[in-house]
Structures are given as C-alpha cells and as structure tokens.
C-alpha cells in the first residue's frame, strides 16, 4: 500500500498525485508514440478513431458527468464540428485554422442549446438536446448547398505547416495530440473555481446558488466547453471518415456517446477514456462472434444498437461506478490482498439520517 | 439603523399565507432566533432572504443595501450564507470540495486563466486553500479533510456544512435549525460553535431552532411564528413566558 503524505497544498492541485503516476502515465505516452511503426495500419486507424471518440468522451463527461446535464444532441455537435472543417478546408483555409474553427462554431452552437434548455433537467433535457439533433441532421441533409446532402461531401486531405497528414498514421497523431490538450484542459476546469461550480450544480443547484454561483452562466459555459470539444474531434471525425454522409451523425451515434460516460464511469476522466476503448471494441468483438452465435442471432438486423442499449441499462443498473469504479475496486483489492476484506467489495447502501427523517 | 431589516415581508403558495407581514430587525453581532411549529414558514423566510422566493410585498434590507430584489447568485458575494434544514452539501465531493466551492464568491480569476491554469490561477488556488485551512482548523475537521460527504456521518455533515457557509465569509449567517438530528452532545456542541462565530468571528446569526435549550443559550433575541405572523419578539425567557406562543406550541388555533 501507498501512503501520501502531503507537505505543500500544491499536492492537492497538481495534475499528477506522485511519481508513481508521472512514470505510468510517461511511460504509456511514450509506447503510444511508437505504436504506429510496430502496429499495421488497421489497427493504427481504429486507435485514431478510439482517440476521437476518447475526446467526445471527456467532452460529454463535462456535461453529463460533473455538471449533470444529459445530452443525446452530441452526434449532432460532431456533425457540425465535421462539416466546418471539411467545407473550410475545401475553400483552402488552413487546416489549424479550420480546426479551431469548427471547435469555436460548435462552442456557439453549445451555447444555442444551452442557453433555452437552462430549466430543464434528466428526460427533458434528453428530449429538448434529441430534437435539436434531429433537427441538424435534417440541415445536414437538405442543406445540399454546403453538405452535399446524401451526395456526400469528400474531407480534403489537410496538412500543418506544408506537412500532408495522409493515412491512419497522420489522423492518429493529431487526434491524440488534440486528445491530450482536450485532457489538459478538463483537468485544468477541474481544479478551478469553474469545474468546481460544475460539481456543485450536479449536487445541488439550490445550494450551489446560495454559494454565489450563476446557474444559467455555469451551465452555458458546460454546454459551450463540451460542444466545443466535440466540435474538435468532429473536425477529426471527417478525416477518419474521409467522405461526410449526413446519415453518420444520427441518434445512434449519441447514444453510444452516452454509453462512454456512463459505461465508463460518470465523473472520471479515466472512465471516459475507458469508456471510449469499450465502446470501439464492442462492434469488433460482435464482428468475430457474430457468425458463431446459435439460431441466426449474429445476423438480426439491430444487433449492435440493442446490445449497446441493454449494456447502458444493465450497467447504471449493476454497476454504478462504470469500469472506472470497477478498476477502482480491483486496484484497492490488489493493494490490500491478503489483508482485504470481502465486505469492502460488496456494493453498499448507505441511507443518511435525513432520508430516513424525511 | 439596524443591520438587517424585513420589512412587511409576504408570500403565498396557492391560498397558504407561508409568510404574513413580517417585520422585524437584527443589530450588527447579536445571534437572532426565530421559533415555531412546523409549517410556521420559518424556512420561507430564509428563502425569501436568500432570494429563492421572490416576496410579493415588502423589502429586505441588508447593510443599508435593498437585498429585495437581487440575483440570487449575488446574496453570497454581498456577505450572506446559509445552512439548510435538510443537508444540501454536494455529495459526491469530497469535504474540502465543498469548502473550496463556498470560495465560489471570492473568485476573481478569469476563465482563459482558469482554462490554462496559468500562475494567476494556482496562486487564487492556494489563497482559497489557506482560507479554507483555517475554517477547517477553527471547526475541527482534519481528519474528515479527504473523506467524501456520502461517507460521513449525519453529525458531521452537518458541521461541514457550517463550515461551507464560513468559507464564503460571511457577513450574515443564517442557520436552519442546526440542531436537527444531532444528538444532545452534538446539540450542545453545536451550541458552542455558535457562540464562537458569533464571538470570535463577529458573525451576525439568524438561526431557525426548535431546541429551546439551544435557543436560551446562545440567541439574544427571539422572534416566534406560526402560520406566517410574527406571535412574539423579544429575549428568550419574554418569548417563552408569552401565552400566544404558549397556546401555539400546546395546539389548538389561535
Ligand atoms: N415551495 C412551496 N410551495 C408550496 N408551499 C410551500 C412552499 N414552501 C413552503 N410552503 C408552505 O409554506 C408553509 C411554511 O413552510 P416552511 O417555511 O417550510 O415551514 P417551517 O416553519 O417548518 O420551516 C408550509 O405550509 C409549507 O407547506
Ligand atoms: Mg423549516
């Protein structure tokens, strides 16, 4: 077991605990480095697309998981992000430039939904954020002007500084530096007065308020903050993709956004990154068993949403925490065996006297 | 004139009068207790103070300033705090989370600072922290410094709770009946904390209480409701000798 003993407040607000954490996470960055020279290139592409999804992650863990708001117009945010960059990048802006773009247009878009959906909360925000989603990918559609409509809008190859970033390999770098930046800023939120009010409306608005925090402001600035982001690995999403449909940004892909936070762990960074590694893999592991699953199931059409929605439904059932909560629980038994004890691993229902009071 | 003022303050729900003409004042230091049955609309009062309830007559005045009308979010900056009846802590946070957010109305630092987290940030970071050190050394809470509010004990959330409403400095500290659920130790110690932030800190208290114990020890004056008017104001042995509120604590209508 470790024991941290703290001499400087310092240690609270640091990015890293201890050193410990500083060699793992080093060491992890350094093979992630590399892995594009020793992997082939399919699996150098499905880690791109695990980083961009990783981002929408983090970006939705914002919103859902430290401020409370749910959101099913996320794959709609993606879509705005995605068509920003790809249209601006066929006018010949350059690519940074077009990327930051689409990051600060799907920011003003955050703020558009944000700001009428400020006294919703749980069903009815979901429904408020599906219908604007429905609403997009219908100007994604008709919008043939801009998007190309069904015809399809082909990404232009972009590049930095006269640099090509052509196949998996260049997506992969740039979603992961766009990756870590969008990580460095979460956790620099979350040791601000700013993720701190996000925490606190989650708990509770009514004593948020009284603490002097500004509900409308704190949650536009969420919604602005997640879109925003969401609005970058969009602009990395039309390169993974290459070739924009309007169909790609649909309900589904918000609900698996959804199953990241929650399946990953609701309120942790890590979970979010976990999160998006589950739900990547999901559809490989459903391609390789598929034609080996008894009575057809493995060609039912609607396989893939409904296990995705049976997972969402079975994990805020059983396991509240997420993988990250799980990981947590594995990590405390590896450190305490064989001095553990079974009782800390069950899950527990504490009721607070002033439930049991009211 | 007096340090705090409610002036002919009233609100309805539906046909109930919650809070019916309510005048009274609170001088600058002195810990103000107001009494009465459930449902006497003592924490609407509260509410109407802390501007979650909008009155639909009279004015608050606070410091000279007219309070009646301001942005909820803005009470805490003008130098009011206050508990609830029912524990509204943040969770999911851990104790010094919860105290660092009470630092909320004393941040300064602006959000492309914040989002960077450049040196004006740390620094805003730490002065909150000393802040916070000191609350937590003034009510005892060391070892609960890491521990998450789900985890902790009723009596003791109740104390973090204080301790939140002191780290926004406060001014005015209104408490909603800090001696519910704790025991007769608690209740006394409770009453001790009470007496030094009143003393020690030079906090002015507005304290919602059913324990007449508690009231008798620590409050100077005494207001006692019931369905919304004021029956009595005065020291606590006048308001308890009062045979208004003698009547409104033994039942029947008055
Ligand atoms: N938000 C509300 N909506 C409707 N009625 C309310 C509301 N808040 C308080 N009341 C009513 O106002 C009266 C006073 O309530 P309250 O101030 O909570 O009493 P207490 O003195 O026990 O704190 C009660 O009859 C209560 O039902
Ligand atoms: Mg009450």
Redesign the pocket.
Same mark, same amino acid.
């Given at each position: 077991m470790r024991y941290l003993f703290k001499t400087r407040y310092e240690q609270d607000i640091a990015l890293a605990r201890h050193s410990g954490d500083v060699f793992w996470y080093g060491l992890l960055l350094i093979v992630l480095l590399f892995i594009p020279g020793v992997l082939g290139e399919f699996y150098v592409g499905e880690l791109g697309g695990l980083f961009i999804f990783a981002i929408v992650g983090v970006a939705l863990m914002i919103l859902t998981g430290y401020t409370g708001l749910v959101s099913l117009g996320h794959a709609a945010f993606l879509g705005i992000g995605a068509y920003t960059n790809a249209v601006l990048l066929a006018h010949g802006v350059p690519f940074l430039v077009s990327l930051t773009c689409a990051g600060l247009l799907t920011a003003i878009a955050g703020v558009a939904i944000g700001v009428p959906t400020l006294r919703m909360t749980g069903f009815y925000l979901a429904i408020a954020t599906l219908a604007f989603g429905a609403i997009l990918a219908n100007v994604f559609q008709k919008w043939t002007a801009v998007t190309g409509g069904f015809d399809g809008f082909a990404v232009p190859t972009p590049s930095i500084f006269g640099l090509r970033i052509e196949g998996a390999t260049g997506i992969y770098y740039v979603s992961l530096a766009v990756l870590i930046f969008v990580m460095w800023l979460t956790f620099n939120i979350l040791r601000s007065p700013m993720g701190r009010a996000m925490v606190a409306i989650r708990d509770s608005e009514i004593s948020a308020q009284s603490m002097g925090i500004n509900l409308a402001l704190y949650k536009t600035i969420s919604f602005a903050i997640s879109a925003g982001m969401t609005g970058l690995a969009g602009a990395l999403f039309a390169h993974y993709v290459r070739f924009l449909a309007p169909d790609a940004f649909d309900i589904l892909l918000s609900i698996q956004f959804l199953t990241i936070v929650f399946v990953g762990g609701l309120g942790s960074i890590r979970g979010a990154i976990l999160g998006a590694a589950f739900v990547r893999l999901l559809p490989q592991a459903i391609a390789i068993v598929r034609d080996d699953l008894p009575f057809g199931i493995g060609r039912m059409p609607g396989l893939e949403p409904s296990l995705f929605g049976l997972i969402l439904v079975l994990v805020i059932l059983f396991e509240p925490g997420g993988i990250n909560g799980r990981w947590l629980k594995l990590k405390q038994w590896f450190q305490e065996v064989p001095l553990h004890r079974a009782v800390s691993f069950r899950r527990q229902k504490s009721y607070a006297r002033s439930e049991r009071l009211r | 004139m007096s340090y705090f003022q409610a002036q002919e303050i009233a609100i309805q729900? &539906?046909g109930?009068r919650?809070v019916d003409n309510v005048t009274f004042d609170v001088q600058q230091g002195e810990v103000f207790a107001i009494i &009465?049955p459930? &449902?006497? &609309?003592?924490?609407?009062i509260f509410n109407l103070i802390s501007r979650i309830y909008a009155p639909t007559a009279g004015k608050l005045v606070f410091d000279g300033e007219d309070i009646t009308t301001i942005a909820p979010h803005r009470i805490a900056g003008l130098g009011i705090a206050r508990t609830f009846?029912n524990i509204e802590l943040f969770a999911n946070a851990s104790v010094l989370q919860n105290l660092l957010i009470g630092r909320h109305c004393h941040s300064r630092v602006g959000w492309m600072s914040q989002l960077a987290f450049l040196p004006s940030a740390r620094r805003a970071e730490i002065a909150h922290r000393e802040k916070v050190e000191d609350v937590i050394d003034f009510l005892e809470l060391q070892r609960y410094r890491d521990a998450l509010i789900a985890n902790l004990p009723y009596g003791v959330r109740k104390i973090v709770e204080l301790g939140r409403a002191l780290c926004t400095e406060p001014k005015l500290l209104l408490l909603d009946e800090p001696s519910s659920g704790l025991n007769v130790e608690e209740t006394e110690v409770m009453g001790f904390w009470i007496e030094d932030i009143k003393k020690d800190l030079g906090i002015t208290v507005i304290m919602?209480e059913h324990d007449m114990s508690l009231v008798s020890a620590v409050s100077d004056r005494v207001m006692a409701l019931n369905y919304g008017k004021v029956l009595a104001l005065g020291t606590p042995p006048e308001v308890q000798g009062d045979p208004e509120v003698i009547r409104a604590y033994i039942g029947g209508d008055p």
């Open positions: - | 729900f &539906g109930i919650a &009465g459930n &449902g006497a &609309g003592k924490t609407t009846q919602v």
